[in-house]
C-alpha cells in the first residue's frame, strides 16, 4: 500500500465515506473487548456486512469494557452484540457464529471478508488466527489488537503495519490481575483497528 | 550485513544467522512469538534452520493476551 493513500481519506463527506464502506464485509475474530467496541464504531461509520464469532457468554466482569449491558448477563455475546449494533442500526447485517474459531474453520468463514479483525483475548489465539491466515489467506488484511492492558499511557499505544498485517496496539502490556483489561485503553485500541479498517478500504478510491 | 528489522535498519555482525540467534542477539523473550522473513511465516520449528541473509526483511511480534 502506498503512503499517499492517507491523504486521500481527509477529502471525502460522510456521505461519500458511507457509500464507498456499504460495499465490504469485516470479519469480527472474538466479540469481547476488542471486538465488540471495533463492531460498533464500524457499523456506526457505515460497514453494512459483518462476520462476528465467538463462543463465549457476557458475565458481569465483562462490563467493564465490552459492548454489552447489565441486563444482558448470561445471554451468547454474538447474540448480544448483534441486538446492540441493531439498535444502533438495523440495517447492518450481522452474520454469528457461536463457535470457537480453529485453524480450519477460520478459512471458511472469513475467506470472503475483505478485511479480518482479530479480537482475541488470548495470546495462543491470536498466534492460532495470525499463522492461519498468513498461511491459508496470505493475501487478507488482518488488523491486530496487541498490548492494551492497564491505564495511563496513551502514548504507548501505537500503529504499525507489516505487509497485510497492521498492528494496533502497545506490544508490551499483558494483562495479569494487577493489569486488567479496561475500558479507555481497550477501547483506545479497538478503535484504532476500527479506524485501520477504514484506512485500509478508504485508502483503496 | 544489514537487515530491516520491525520496519527499522538494523546492523548485525555476522554474514547470516538462524531465526534462533537473532531472536537470542535482540533479546526478544516472549515465549509466544510470530516471526515473518520477507513476507513468509516462519513456524517456531524451523527458527533453528530458517537463515536470515544481508537485506531480509524481518518482522518480530510479541504475541501478548488482553482484549
Not at chain 1, 486521500?8 to 465490504?24: A, H, P, R
Not at chain 1, 465483562?62 to 440495517?91: S, W
Not at chain 1, 471458511?108 to 499463522?131: G, R
Not at chain 2, 548485525?12 to 513468509?40: A, P, R, W, Y
Amino acid at each position: 500500500m502506498s503512503k499517499d493513500f492517507l491523504s486521500k481519506t481527509n477529502i471525502m463527506t460522510f456521505e461519500e465515506i458511507k457509500s464507498e464502506l456499504k460495499n465490504y464485509t469485516i470479519g469480527i475474530a472474538g466479540a469481547g473487548g476488542l471486538g465488540s467496541n471495533c463492531a460498533v464504531a464500524l457499523a456506526r461509520v457505515g460497514i453494512r456486512k459483518l462476520i462476528i464469532c465467538d463462543f463465549d457468554v457476557v458475565s458481569e466482569s465483562n462490563l467493564n469494557r465490552q459492548y454489552f449491558f447489565r441486563d444482558q448477563i448470561g445471554e451468547k455475546k454474538v447474540i448480544a452484540l448483534k441486538e446492540n449494533i441493531q439498535r444502533i442500526d438495523p440495517e447492518v447485517d450481522i452474520i454469528t457464529e457461536d463457535i470457537k474459531l480453529n485453524e480450519n474453520n477460520i478459512v471458511d468463514i472469513y475467506k470472503d471478508c475483505d478485511i479480518i479483525v482479530e479480537a482475541f483475548d488470548l495470546a495462543e489465539m491470536k498466534q492460532m488466527l495470525i499463522e492461519t491466515c498468513l498461511t491459508k489467506l496470505p493475501e487478507k488484511p488482518i488488523v491486530l489488537g496487541l498490548g492494551m492492558a492497564g491505564f495511563g499511557n496513551s502514548n504507548s499505544i501505537q500503529f504499525r503495519q507489516s505487509e497485510n498485517l497492521y498492528i494496533c496496539g502497545d506490544e508490551k502490556s499483558e494483562i495479569a490481575d494487577n493489569n486488567p483489561p479496561l475500558a479507555p485503553r481497550v477501547g483506545i485500541v479497538a478503535n484504532m483497528q476500527a479506524n485501520t479498517v477504514l484506512e485500509i478500504l478508504l485508502g483503496k478510491k | 550485513m544489514k537487515i530491516t528489522l520491525n520496519n527499522r535498519q538494523d546492523s548485525i555482525t555476522q554474514d547470516q544467522i538462524t531465526v534462533s540467534e537473532l531472536l537470542k542477539i535482540k533479546n526478544f523473550t516472549f515465549k509466544m512469538l510470530v516471526i515473518k522473513v520477507n513476507g513468509k511465516l516462519v513456524k517456531k520449528d524451523s527458527y533453528n534452520n530458517s537463515v536470515i541473509k544481508d537485506g531480509d526483511d524481518v518482522t518480530v511480534l510479541h504475541l501478548i493476551s488482553g482484549g
